[in-house]
């Protein structure tokens, strides 16, 4: 835990914020400082002018008993008077030796030197008023100051490493459920999965995310093996039927003709299969999507429908297309296209003789739809999704020519352009319903 990245950021924010309020606390101290030094300059100066106004009016004898009262007052200013030779006239400064202007001394106090700030300004007759403050008091507000940000930085460093460590072990548990869920993996439990506290968080999202990856991988797998046991299912069929009539060919010379038409339709049926698994892969990684580009669906509905009628009427069938308005989409005009081939074959496959099959394209709402219909006799809901699986097909339906993959790339198809595909109740009948995003 601690080599972990929170803790690190943890500590740097916390070395920024004692920096911070050492800046903060140094600024506060030297603003406070020059603010009462620009009061205790503007307190003297005052007296003083006060001082001298007292002189000019009442001579040397008025302020020598304004100094004596101002000495007897609490809290005053410290004062001094002294006669042309220097010699002290009143005040406890006025021994003090300061040439007229501001200065700073120290001058015996009760037990120690105190700092004071002078201001000696000319009295006529050669005498000089000194007019002082004590600067003991900045001082000690300088202390105090200096003691609530030396606590306050303390507070602020012990603070940031408590908080920081609590933060980075509690990100550190979290990720290391993270990564314990992703050893067990690859370990070999694909059921293992990140718990979400529901905190909604980062971590959270994140742990959502890697359980909807790992469901999706499960998926697949599932699927993997699903294929892998439909396809050994399905192909021993033709291949023991070759089998049989390579057989038969070679135990007779005169079958040999029928027995290899029979071996070539045979392999024609696998090749079929093996091409259509490997388009839905195809069409499933993704690849054609870079070929996406605005098309039409309703012009592609047309373009099926007028293919497959004449051979629709020759079955004894009817297949026409119903609405006119445009219906916009991105897309794959090939994969469009062979997605809507599959679903009319399907259904004039499936409907049987006498059947009405109704090919839509169109705008509802915020979406696009593609939906083959049919008044065929449909499929039990139960069955309706597995339909889509690969290889899966209903009984009444193994006798008829097909692999079982068409409606898989369907939903292969549907998925690369982000739309969703559905079997619902036609009453009676199936009606195939792909749901497209609108474009953007």
Same mark, same amino acid.
């Given at each position: 835990?601690?080599?972990?990245?929170?803790?690190r950021? #943890?500590?740097? +924010?916390?070395?920024?914020? !004692?920096?911070?309020v050492?800046? @903060?606390?140094?600024?506060?101290?030297?603003?406070?400082?020059?603010a009462?030094?620009?009061?205790?300059?503007?307190?003297?100066?005052?007296?003083?002018?006060?001082?001298?106004?007292? +002189?000019?009016?009442?001579?040397?004898?008025?302020?020598?008993?304004?100094?004596?009262?101002?000495?007897?007052?609490?809290?005053?200013?410290?004062?001094?008077?002294?006669?042309?030779?220097? /010699?002290? &006239?009143?005040?406890?400064? #006025?021994?003090?030796?300061?040439?007229?202007?501001?200065?700073?001394?120290?001058?015996?106090?009760?037990?120690?030197?105190?700092?004071i700030? &002078?201001?000696?300004?000319?009295?006529?007759?050669?005498?000089?008023?000194?007019?002082?403050?004590? /600067? /003991?008091?900045?001082?000690?507000?300088? $202390?105090?100051?200096?003691?609530?940000f030396?606590?306050?930085?303390i507070?602020?460093?012990?603070?940031?490493?408590?908080?920081? +460590?609590?933060?980075?072990?509690?990100?550190?548990?979290?990720?290391?459920?993270?990564?314990?869920?992703? /050893?067990?993996?690859?370990?070999g439990?694909?059921?293992?999965?990140?718990?979400?506290r529901?905190?909604?968080?980062?971590?959270?999202?994140?742990?959502?995310?890697?359980? %909807?990856?790992l469901? %999706?991988?499960?998926?697949?797998?599932?699927?993997?093996?699903?294929?892998?046991?439909?396809i050994?299912?399905?192909?021993?069929?033709?291949?023991?039927?070759l089998?049989?009539?390579?057989?038969?060919? @070679?135990?007779?010379?005169?079958?040999?003709?029928?027995?290899?038409?029979?071996? @070539?339709?045979?392999?024609?049926?696998?090749?079929?299969?093996f091409?259509?698994?490997?388009?839905?892969?195809?069409?499933?990684?993704?690849?054609?999507?870079?070929?996406?580009?605005?098309?039409?669906?309703?012009?592609?509905?047309r373009?099926?429908?007028? !293919?497959?009628?004449?051979?629709?009427?020759?079955?004894?069938?009817?297949?026409r297309? #119903?609405?006119?308005g445009?219906?916009?989409?991105?897309?794959?005009?090939? =994969? &469009?296209?062979?997605?809507?081939?599959? =679903?009319?074959?399907n259904?004039?496959?499936?409907? $049987?003789?006498? !059947?009405?099959?109704?090919?839509?394209?169109?705008?509802?709402?915020?979406?696009?739809? =593609?939906?083959?219909?049919?008044?065929?006799?449909?499929?039990?809901?139960?069955?309706?999704?597995?339909l889509?699986?690969?290889f +899966?097909?209903l009984e009444?339906?193994?006798?008829? #020519?097909?692999?079982?993959?068409g409606?898989?790339?369907?939903?292969?198809?549907?998925?690369?352009h982000?739309?969703?595909?559905?079997?619902?109740?036609?009453?009676?009948? =199936?009606?195939?319903?792909?749901t497209?995003?609108?474009?953007?």
């Open positions: 835990m601690f080599r972990s990245t929170s803790l950021l #943890a500590g740097l +924010y916390t070395a920024v914020f !004692a920096i911070s050492v800046i @903060l606390g140094a600024v506060t101290l030297l603003s406070i400082r020059h009462l030094s620009e009061q205790f300059d503007a307190r003297i100066r005052a007296e003083s002018a006060a001082l001298v106004q007292e +002189y000019r009016s009442e001579g040397l004898t008025g302020v020598v008993e304004a100094v004596h009262e101002r000495d007897q007052t609490p809290g005053s200013l410290e004062f001094g008077v002294q006669g042309p030779a220097g /010699e002290p &006239l009143a005040g406890r400064l #006025a021994g003090a030796r300061a040439a007229i202007g501001w200065s700073a001394l120290r001058v015996a106090g009760t037990g120690e030197q105190e700092p700030r &002078l201001l000696s300004v000319a009295l006529p007759g050669g005498r000089k008023l000194l007019v002082g403050d004590d /600067e /003991e008091r900045i001082e000690a507000l300088d $202390g105090a100051v200096l003691r609530g030396g606590l306050a930085f507070g602020v460093v012990v603070l940031g490493v408590a908080g920081g +460590y609590a933060l980075s072990r509690d990100v550190h548990r979290r990720l290391a459920a993270i990564s314990g869920t992703a /050893e067990a993996i690859i370990d439990d694909l059921a293992r999965r990140v718990p979400v529901g905190s909604d968080d980062d971590l959270d999202r994140l742990a959502a995310t890697f359980n %909807r990856m469901d %999706r991988i499960a998926a697949l797998m599932e699927s993997l093996k699903q294929v892998s046991s439909d050994a299912h399905d192909l021993r069929t033709p291949l023991t039927r089998r049989q009539r390579l057989e038969a060919g @070679l135990a007779d010379p005169q079958d040999r003709g029928a027995a290899l038409e029979g071996g @070539l339709a045979d392999l024609d049926a696998i090749l079929e299969t091409a259509g698994l490997l388009r839905i892969a195809q069409i499933e990684s993704g690849a054609r999507r870079a070929g996406f580009r605005p098309c039409n669906l309703q012009t592609i509905a373009t099926v429908v007028d !293919a497959f009628a004449p051979s629709a009427e020759e079955a004894g069938q009817r297949l297309l #119903a609405g006119d445009p219906a916009p989409v991105d897309g794959d005009v090939e =994969l &469009l296209t062979q997605m809507l081939v599959n =679903l009319v074959e259904a004039l496959r499936h409907a $049987g003789p006498g !059947a009405e099959i109704v090919v839509e394209a169109a705008c509802r709402g915020q979406a696009v739809t =593609l939906a083959v219909a049919d008044n065929g006799p449909g499929v039990p809901e139960p069955e309706r999704e597995r889509f699986d690969r +899966y097909r009444r339906s193994r006798s008829t #020519a097909g692999s079982g993959l409606l898989a790339l369907v939903a292969a198809v549907a998925r690369l982000g739309a969703e595909v559905r079997l619902l109740d036609a009453a009676p009948g =199936l009606e195939a319903c792909v497209f995003p609108a474009p953007a």
